[in-house]
């Protein structure tokens, strides 16, 4: 019985770790998806991600970036929601000291436009 009880744990829990598409909304106000997109480039994104709809980003330095609106938290411990993935875009390191996401200087602006851009791929 106890067997029983731990699968049906483990596939409960396993079935809560991917959102389904569309569930979650997250809007990033005033944020424009091309501008997003163009930053992405400008920033060198790509040197480490793959990012869908990005040419140049196909890199697996660092994670994949596809359906980041179905990821539950944002390097391991952020809630994903559209501040906080604006806020890591802007100041990784003081979120996750030591993380290998460099710190570049991203404008309030281009984090926004990227994150909303993240969040419609």
């Given amino acids: 019985m106890l067997k029983v009880g731990a699968l049906a744990l483990i596939l409960l829990l396993a079935a809560g770790c991917q959102r389904p598409i569309g569930s979650v909304d997250k809007p990033v106000l005033g944020a424009d998806l091309e501008a997003g997109r163009e930053a992405i480039v400008t920033y060198g994104c790509g040197s480490c991600h793959v990012i869908p709809g990005v040419q140049e980003a196909n890199a697996y330095v660092g994670p994949p970036l596809n359906k980041f609106e179905q990821r539950h938290y944002i390097a391991g411990n952020l809630p994903n929601n559209a501040d906080n993935l604006v806020y890591w875009i802007q100041f990784p390191q003081s979120v996750e000291p030591g993380t ?3 710190n570049l200087n991203v404008t309030e602006t ?3 436009n990227i994150a909303a851009y993240l969040y419609s791929q």
């Fill in 100 to 102: 290998a996401m460099p």
């Fill in 110 to 112: 281009d984090a926004r």
